[in-house]
C-alpha cells in the first residue's frame, strides 16, 4: 500500500502446492521477493524491507545478512 | 450454516462500524469445479461483506470472466482482491482461514484507512523503489 510499485500475494501452500515447490517452502511463513529472493519466517520489519531491496539490487545479499547479526536498535 | 460465529460476526460489525472510512470491495474470483476451497472463501467473503454497507462482495468466475481476472492480475482460485480508493495490489490465493483470516481483517481496515501502520524508516527505504516488487507470502491454514 506504501508503494505503488508493489503488490503482494497471499498464498496458502496446500492449495498451490506447484508453487510451494517452485519456491521450495519447506516452512511456513516464506515470503518470495520477485522471485529471486527469499526469507523464512515472521521477521522484523528492518529485515523485511531488507529483502525487499535486496531484490531490486538495492542491497547485496551480505548487507542484509549483517543485519541480522546487529542487535536491534531502539526505535527502529 | 455460516462459517463465522455470531460472537465473532457481532464484533467484527463493531468494529467495521467504528474503523472503516472508505469503501471497500472484495473482488473474488471462484469457479465451481476443481477448486478444492472456492466454495468456502466465497462463503466467507460473502459473509464478511455482509456485515458492513462499506464492503461490497463482487464475484466473478474464472473462467467466463477471464478479462476481469485479467484486469486484477489473478492467475489463480480461489483469488480475493482487496480494493479501496485504488487498488493497492493486495491479493488472497486460497482460503483466508485460521491466521490469515486475521490478515484480511487487518488488510480491509489498512485498505479502508488508505494507511498502514509501517514505520517512516520503512515508508523513506520504498521510496527508493524505481521498479517493481511482487512479493508473496506462503502460508498454510493455522
Do not use: W
Not at chain 1, 55 to 61: I, Q, Y
Not at chain 2, 4 to 30: C, G, I, Q, W
Not at chain 2, 93 to 115: A, H, K, M, N
Amino acid at each position: 500500500m506504501e508503494s505503488d510499485l508493489i503488490r503482494a500475494d497471499m498464498v496458502e501452500a496446500i492449495e498451490f502446492p506447484h508453487l510451494a515447490n517452485k519456491y521450495h517452502v519447506m516452512g511456513v511463513p516464506r515470503t518470495v521477493f520477485n522471485e529471486t529472493v527469499h526469507q523464512e519466517g515472521a521477521v522484523p520489519e528492518p529485515i523485511f524491507v531488507a529483502r525487499l531491496l535486496q531484490a531490486v539490487g538495492k542491497m547485496s545479499a551480505e548487507e542484509v545478512e549483517a543485519l541480522f547479526r546487529k542487535p536491534p536498535q531502539s526505535g527502529s | 450454516m455460516p462459517l463465522l460465529s455470531e460472537k465473532d460476526a457481532a464484533y467484527l460489525r463493531e468494529e467495521f462500524a467504528k474503523n472503516l472510512v472508505h469503501p471497500v470491495r472484495l473482488v473474488m474470483f471462484t469457479q465451481t469445479f476443481a477448486c478444492q476451497y472456492c466454495k468456502e472463501t466465497e462463503q466467507i467473503v460473502r459473509e464478511v461483506a455482509d456485515l458492513s454497507d462499506k464492503i461490497t462482495a463482487e464475484i466473478y468466475n474464472f473462467v467466463t470472466d477471464a478479462d476481469k481476472a485479467k484486469e486484477y492480475g489473478v492467475d489463480k482460485i480461489p483469488a480475493i482482491a482487496v480494493v479501496g480508493e485504488r487498488d493497492y495490489g493486495i491479493r488472497f490465493y486460497g482460503i483466508p482461514s485460521g491466521y490469515e483470516f486475521t490478515s484480511l481483517i487487518e488488510d480491509i481496515f489498512d485498505v479502508s484507512r488508505g494507511t498502514t501502520s509501517l514505520s517512516d524508516a520503512t515508508r523513506k527505504a520504498l521510496e527508493q523503489l524505481t521498479e517493481p516488487v511482487h512479493i508473496q507470502v506462503f502460508v498454510t491454514p493455522t
